[in-house]
């Protein structure tokens, strides 16, 4: 079936202005963004060894919640003001930084996750610096939604994408699996993590599930994807009316499949 994704880039990390788009509107992110699946949070917090949490790039604290509710104590860290102060409205606790130049100050966890952020952090010095806050047996996890559209809509959101937006550095296709682009990003994920040291061999979880979707619910959502956040807002107006338009024709409503893929490794506790 088709999708629309983009190209991973070869250095995502470094697509700053991309990374940071995303905070313009926190409310409708955390409104709009799905959450993740339950088994997935309680597998992590299950093969860690103990409940005290690090959340890289938590943004408005979607996962962190959701760790908090399954016993956890979560310390987020995020580089957007805008996300990290609708997050702490939330009731968690953040601390405004890259991943990368975060000072720990001396503290240290058993758990380490990412949930559709670890993309935007360098893979080796981001699972280096992982290792290095990691009690032993600690757990890092970096976690993201693969999704699947319907034909119908991935190929009205492709045709009017590059109607309205033909210079876009993004390419948005309707023609691929999605798991054939997403795979590598996680590859890259756990090459970095081989490269960093530290760690046991890394894995991939996957979680399956699907959610239905009326026109308003996920007109809502689309322009918090990166292919959105950056648009004019004429622009991004043509684009959500011809999704709109196929979702209508399609009654309504439609049905997202979705796998939530882990990328997850255990601190080797021989190391450090």
């Not at 996962?63 to 987020?76: D, I, K, M, N, P």
């Not at 061999?201 to 996957?206: G, N, S, V």
């Amino acid at each position: 079936m088709p999708i629309i994704a983009t190209d991973p880039s070869p250095e995502p990390h470094r697509a700053r202005e991309v990374a940071e788009s995303f905070g313009t509107d926190p409310e409708r992110y955390d409104r709009a963004r799905p959450r993740y699946p339950d088994a997935l949070v309680e597998r992590i917090a299950a093969a860690c060894p103990g409940p005290d949490v690090l959340d890289v790039g938590c943004g408005t604290g979607i996962e962190a919640r959701q760790f908090q509710s399954a016993g956890c104590t979560v310390l987020g860290v995020e580089p957007d003001a805008r996300m990290a102060a609708f997050a702490r409205r939330g009731g968690l606790e953040v601390e405004e930084a890259t991943f990368e130049s975060w000072d720990p100050a001396g503290r240290d966890f058993d758990a380490v996750i990412a949930g559709t952020a670890w993309h935007w952090v360098d893979p080796v010095a981001g699972a280096a610096k992982a290792a290095r806050v990691l009690r032993p047996r600690g757990r890092l996890a970096a976690f993201w939604h693969v999704f699947q559209l319907p034909p119908a809509v991935a190929d009205a959101f492709a045709a009017v994408y590059r109607r309205v937006v033909p210079d876009s550095p993004f390419t948005v296709h309707a023609d691929r699996p999605a798991m054939e682009i997403y795979q590598m990003m996680f590859a890259k994920a756990a090459d970095g993590i081989r490269a960093a040291g530290g760690f046991g061999a890394p894995e991939q979880w996957r979680f399956d599930w699907e959610h239905t979707y009326t026109r308003d619910e996920w007109l809502d959502q689309m322009p918090t994807h990166g292919t959105l956040t950056r648009l004019p807002e004429a622009d991004r107006a043509r684009v959500l009316e011809g999704v709109g338009e196929a979702v209508d024709a399609m009654g309504g409503s439609f049905v997202m499949p979705y796998a939530t893929m882990a990328v997850t490794a255990v601190r080797d506790p021989g190391q450090g």
